[in-house]
Each structure stands twice: as structure tokens, then as C-alpha cells.
């Protein structure tokens, strides 16, 4: 190792002289080019997340839908499927008790209000749910047999 006499007492090393670190410039420099990435992937990042989420309630719909045409036939008894622009609920209409209920996330709501009954034997009044979040949308129909189809754009 060469060592380099620099006055009384300094015995460093001469790699270690130089300078070491990054200047305020380079950290700004790297900062800004940060957020400038940051600023162009963010919109297309939540129009993808707007979009799973809508995907994810669109399948939880059809799947309850599902539930409630299932447990009509399995409990030979009319289920009632009533929506509304925040949520649904799956309700007994004989005795009026709710056996299941689910809101919407901020941001999705229904067409409408709409009640479909679903009968021991598998059939159904015949809808079309739309779900929708800002311009995206979603399709859920009820065919008169019962079956739930998703609709995808």
C-alpha cells in the first residue's frame, strides 16, 4: 500500500483522498427521473386496479347469485335476490330473514334497484345486472333456467 505523507499525523491511504458519495445535483437528478417514471405509470396502474376491482365484485356477484339459486333447490324454498345500486342481499321471503348481505366498494354501484326470485326448481326470474365503475362495466345475467353468465367486453 502506498501511503502518502500529508502533513504531521496523516498517513491515508491516496484512493481514500478522493471524493466519495454522490453530490446534491446527482441525488436531484435521480429523484426527478424517479418521479417522472412514477408520473407516467401511474394512470395506466390505477385503471388496472379500478379494473381487477370491478372484476373481482363482478365474480362475487354471479357467485352469490350461484349461492342463492343453489340453496333454493337444495332447501326446496323461493329465495329472493334483491339489489340495489350499493349492494345485495340474499333473503328468505318467508320469513323475511337476510342470509346474506354485501355492499359495494366506493366507486361501484348497480343499474338499479331489481328483486329476482329463484325457485326449488332450479328456475329464475329472468335480469341483467350491470355493474359499473366510471366508464368501465360489467355484465351479469340471470337466464329464466337459473344459470348466471358473466358477459365480458
Request: aromatic share 6%.
Given at each position: ?10 498517513n491515508?491511504?491516496?484512493a ?6 454522490f453530490?446534491l ?6 429523484l ?5 417514471v412514477a ?7 390505477m ?8 372484476q ?5 356477484l ?14 326446496s324454498s323461493v329465495i329472493r335476490?334483491a339489489s340495489?345500486?350499493?349492494?345485495y342481499?340474499l333473503?328468505n321471503?318467508?320469513?323475511?330473514s337476510?342470509?346474506?348481505?354485501r355492499?359495494?366498494?366506493?366507486g361501484?354501484?348497480l ?9 326449488p ?5 329472468q335480469?341483467?345486472?350491470?355493474l359499473?365503475t366510471g366508464a368501465?362495466?360489467?355484465q351479469v345475467?340471470v337466464?329464466?333456467t337459473g344459470m348466471?353468465e358473466?358477459?365480458?367486453?
Open positions: 500500500m502506498n501511503l502518502v505523507h500529508h502533513g504531521k499525523g496523516n491515508l491511504p491516496r481514500s483522498l478522493g471524493r466519495t458519495g453530490s445535483v446527482e441525488m436531484m437528478m435521480v426527478l427521473l424517479i418521479g417522472l408520473g407516467i405509470a401511474a394512470p395506466p396502474m385503471r388496472h386496479l379500478r379494473s381487477t376491482q370491478l373481482t365484485q363482478t365474480d362475487q354471479a357467485a352469490d347469485l350461484q349461492l342463492a339459486r343453489s340453496m333454493s333447490i337444495a332447501n335476490f340495489t345500486t350499493a349492494g342481499q333473503i321471503p318467508a320469513d323475511g337476510i342470509i346474506k348481505e355492499e359495494f366498494d366506493d361501484l354501484a343499474d338499479g334497484d331489481s328483486d329476482v326470485f329463484f325457485f326448481w332450479g328456475m329464475a326470474d335480469h341483467t345486472y350491470n359499473q368501465m362495466a360489467r345475467n337466464l329464466p348466471v358473466v358477459v365480458c367486453p
